[in-house]
Structure formats: C-alpha cells, structure tokens
Nanobody, 124 residues
C-alpha cells in the first residue's frame, strides 16, 4: 500500500509560478511510475504529466508542455511538478498518482494509488 500526500497548491497570478510536491510512503517508491492529474471545475479529469521509475523519461499533456516540469527524488520519496507561466485554465485540483500495475496508463486515468489533491487557483 502507498499513501500519497500533495502540497504546494495555492493562489497565484497568471504568468506566475508554483511548485507542487507529492510525498509517498513506503520503501519502494522507486518501483512506481508517478504522475499528476488535474480536474477543473465543471470539466473532466485531465492528464498532466508522468515520469518513469528512474526519472529518465517524462510525459506531458500538450496543454502544459514547455511550461510544466515533472521530476522525482527517489531518495526522498517525492515527486514534483514545477509549473511556470501559469494560465487561468490551469486552475483545478491537482492529484498525484502512483502506478504499479504494469499495463496501467496514467494518460487514461489508470493508477493504483491517488493522493487527496491540492487546489491550484490562477487569477487574472
């Protein structure tokens, strides 16, 4: 079992930056693929970014590519999401996810574990 706790959300002006963290429990953090999902009010959940176990490969939704950066520190059991040049449409609840099942695809909303979410609000 893995528990995920997100932090770092808050209110930021458009064009600003925000960094999210996801702390994971357990001793086998490095064995999980990790990622971020988000859901804006009144909209369906949306894949944001994913990162492989070693951190050598990352994936991004087209809407955030070149603005967001996902990274992980396996020694600290933590995955990060650095968000730059934030836009109003980035507003939503951001969820951290961990994948163990080998055939799961976070881009399809498939994950073994989910965090409780952290609110990100971008204002004009």
């Amino acid at each position: 079992q893995v528990q995920l706790v997100e932090s770092g959300g808050g209110l930021v002006q458009a064009g600003g930056s925000l960094s999210l963290s996801c702390a994971a429990s357990g001793r086998t953090f490095s064995s999980y693929r990790m990622g971020w999902f988000r859901q804006a009010p009144g909209k369906e959940p949306e894949f944001v970014a994913g990162i492989e176990r070693s951190g050598s490969t990352t994936y991004y939704a087209d809407s955030v590519k070149d603005r967001f950066t996902i990274s992980r520190d396996n020694a600290k059991n933590t995955v990060y999401l650095q968000m730059n040049s934030l836009k109003l449409e980035d507003t939503g609840v951001y969820y951290c996810a961990a994948l163990q099942t080998y055939y799961y695809d976070l881009r399809r909303g498939q994950a073994d574990y989910w965090g409780q979410g952290t609110q990100v609000t971008v204002s004009s």
